[in-house]
């Protein structure tokens, strides 16, 4: 681990002003411990147009926002195509990286960007943090605390129509790289990789329901695309530590559903939908009787959204600890989501290579908006 580097807030750059870079700019333009510096896009009239909305002082094309001195991290909200290249760049360029999901395509370009990273003596840190807010943490420390005893099983749904009913540029969700599981499947595989550590091996079996999609929203509105992966995959997970999950992860379904329960020796946890950082969380204990409920548990932590790993990140860089939304949680799921393909395709159970780091639950008072870098 990197010792502690710099002093103040930590100056941050985006790559990448597409939809998702508004979430991202009006979290992190509200925590004093980093500061947005400049974004960068392919269309550097998009990212300007950005940076004007959020006051940000700086846009332009990629090489001129990675040659800003003040920039520590990037932040990379590009396309899954795009992801390696530019974490590449950054390293390059001496900055820390921190990428939307997934790490990369493939696991072969996951573990280059780590190993880059590590040699330069830098971090990467990735998508989703959804896991660090206060629905999942809560859930976390409900766990920790034995509340369903001993973690047995879990299921896991996420299931709807696909996204190019809304987004205005879905192509790359139906390619290489995306589908419901690489898209949707991190927020779920993250969420349980952080409550039961590593998976060990995978089954499963993949379809697609239709080869082609109409985009439902925006200037391509009517325009038809190829689907070029399987858009309904179920898998059959064994973890390392002994619990097993069935997930299913779907854009095939006309029914939305999202879903995560935990099955513990003493009852059931149902945890929060795993693409938000807030509730509701609640337990089913055994001996209930016939007719008996769900309890609501307290969900206590942050909801400041997409963004708070990349603000843990800044602050474990000027402490010099571990962060958690890190390359290395990011590169297990992202082998794990290769390898569930791969097993759907060979109709084989496959053993997964890489560990997975141990998470840390945050402070339950761990407080975006508080100034803690001086
Ligand atoms: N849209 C969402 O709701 C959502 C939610 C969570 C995560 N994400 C993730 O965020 C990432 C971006 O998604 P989005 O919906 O914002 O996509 P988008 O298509 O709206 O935006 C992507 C932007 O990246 C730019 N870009 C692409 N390649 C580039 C390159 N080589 N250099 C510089 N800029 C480049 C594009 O010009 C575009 O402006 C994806 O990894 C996606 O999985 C999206």
């Known amino acids: 681990m990197t010792r502690g580097q710099g002093t103040g807030p930590v100056g941050v750059a985006l790559v990448g002003a ?35 909305a959020y006051d940000v002082p700086a846009s332009g094309d990629v090489t001129s926002v990675l040659a800003i001195p003040e920039v520590e991290i990037v932040v990379n909200l590009t396309i899954p195509a795009a992801h390696a290249d530019i974490a590449s760049a950054a390293l390059q360029a001496g900055k820390h990286v921190y990428g939307e999901k ?45 509340l369903i005893g001993e973690p047995v099983s879990a299921t896991a749904v996420t299931q709807g129509p696909g996204p190019e009913s809304w987004h205005p540029s ?6 290489y790289g995306a589908g419901p599981l690489f898209d949707i499947g991190p927020y779920y595989l993250t969420a349980l990789v952080a409550l039961f550590g590593p998976v060990a091996r995978v089954s499963a079996s993949a379809r697609q329901a239709r080869g ?3 985009i439902g929203s925006g200037p391509k509105q009517g325009t ?42 003493e009852g059931t946890l149902s945890l929060p939908d795993p693409n938000t950082f807030e509730g509701p969380l609640r337990v089913q ?15 206590t932590g942050t909801t400041a959204g997409r963004g708070i790993g990349v603000l843990d990140m800044a602050r474990a860089i000027r402490a010099g600890v571990p962060h958690r939304a890190s390359g290395e949680l990011a590169q297990h799921v992202l082998e794990l989501m290769a390898t569930v393909t791969d097993a759907a395709e060979r109709h084989a159970v496959v ?24």
Do not use: C
């Open 170 to 175: 879905p192509e790359f969700l139906f390619q």
């Open 285 to 299: 204990p055994f001996g209930g009787g016939p007719g008996a409920d769900w309890r609501d548990l307290p969900v």
């Open 224 to 265: 038809t695309f190829a689907v070029e992966v399987p858009t309904h995959v179920h898998a059959l997970l064994d973890f390392a530590g002994g619990p097993s999950a069935a997930a299913t992860f779907s854009f095939d379904s006309a029914r939305p559903r999202r879903m995560i329960e935990i099955t513990g020796t």
């Open 18 to 52: 597409g939809v998702i870079s508004t979430q991202y700019l009006t979290a992190l333009s509200a925590f004093p411990d980093v500061r947005v510096l400049a974004v960068a896009d392919l269309d550097t009239e998009r990212a300007a147009a950005q940076a004007r």
């Open 102 to 146: 997934p790490l990369a395509l493939a696991p072969s370009d996951g573990a280059k960007i780590l190993a880059e990273a590590q040699s330069r003596g830098l971090r990467v840190g990735n998508a989703p943090d959804t896991f660090l807010g206060a629905g999942l943490q809560s859930a976390a420390r409900a766990v920790q605390a034995g």
């Open 351 to 374: 053993e997964l290579e890489s560990g997975a780091p141990e998470v840390r639950t945050l402070p339950a008072d761990w407080d975006p908006e508080a100034a803690t870098l001086t």
């Open 212 to 214: 082609h999609r109409v």
